[in-house]
T-cell receptor
Framework: GENVEQHPSTLSVQEGDSAVIKCTYSDSASNYFPWYKQELGKRPQLIIDIRSNVGEKKDQRIAVTLNKTAKHFSLHITETQPEDSAVYFCAAPREEGNLIFGKGTKLSVKP | EAQVTQNPRYLITVTGKKLTVTCSQNMNHEYMSWYRQDPGLGLRQIYYSMNVEVTDKGDVPEGYKVSRKEKRNFPLILESPSPNQTSLYFC????????????FGPGTRLTVL
């Protein structure tokens, strides 16, 4: 079955720097890759997703890139701000139409 | 307002005392799921449901039960809670199968003594 590995588990950056979180998946048939953000004490919320027919998707300061050959996808946050501090989860679909989540990355943005 | 609700938000109980955590969505979503979140382990799926009367085990179903008798509700039942079920629980729903945006409930913090 599908397996998702997420790295790093923690990431600390200075405000204004960029942050990159990477996930690898095992099932080459996977076709949908979302990223969720969970602020402290809150519920996870979708921030961006990508389907396998595109290689990159951007939404203001966040972007997701997909490398189907290498079976990995990454979240890029540019010009980080303190409000970007949160736990970020990647996910990938399983054959039964379900999602499996990565273990999460705790991002800390230092002012 | 479109939302997923869970109750209770916080619960402290004792080993062996049956409890139910309710989950309800008002978006007419087909797919619903339960996750538990533990430090360092991310979101692990307990059970999911693709439609009414259809439920399936996730990655960590032991000690839990669910039912889906109507589309909007997906309760999580712990027949005999144990301390290793102390966790933060999230219910989620999406329009249909999980390859659409999942909307999460606010979470239920459960402590089993």
């Amino acid at each position: 079955g599908e397996n998702v590995e997420q790295h790093p588990s923690t990431l600390s950056v200075q405000e204004g720097d960029s942050a990159v979180i990477k996930c690898t998946y095992s099932d080459s048939a996977s076709n949908y890759f979302p990223w969720y953000k969970q602020e402290l004490g809150k519920r996870p919320q979708l921030i961006i997703d990508i389907r396998s027919n595109v290689g990159e998707k951007k939404d203001q300061r966040i972007a997701v890139t997909l490398n189907k050959t290498a079976k990995h996808f990454s979240l890029h946050i540019t010009e980080t701000q303190p409000e970007d501090s949160a736990v970020y989860f990647c996910a990938a679909p399983r054959e039964e139409g379900n999602l499996i989540f990565g273990k999460g990355t705790k991002l800390s943005v230092k002012p | 307002e479109a939302q997923v609700t869970q109750n209770p938000r916080y619960l402290i109980t004792v080993t062996g005392k049956k409890l139910t955590v309710t989950c309800s969505q008002n978006m007419n979503h087909e797919y619903m799921s339960w996750y538990r979140q533990d430090p360092g382990l991310g979101l692990r799926q307990i059970y999911y449901s693709m439609n009414v009367e259809v439920t399936d085990k996730g990655d960590v179903p032991e000690g839990y039960k669910v039912s889906r008798k109507e589309k909007r509700n997906f309760p999580l039942i712990l027949e005999s809670p144990s301390p290793n079920q102390t966790s933060l629980y999230f219910c989620a729903s999406s329009l249909w199968v999980a390859t659409n945006e999942q909307f999460f409930g606010p979470g239920t913090r459960l402590t089993v003594l």
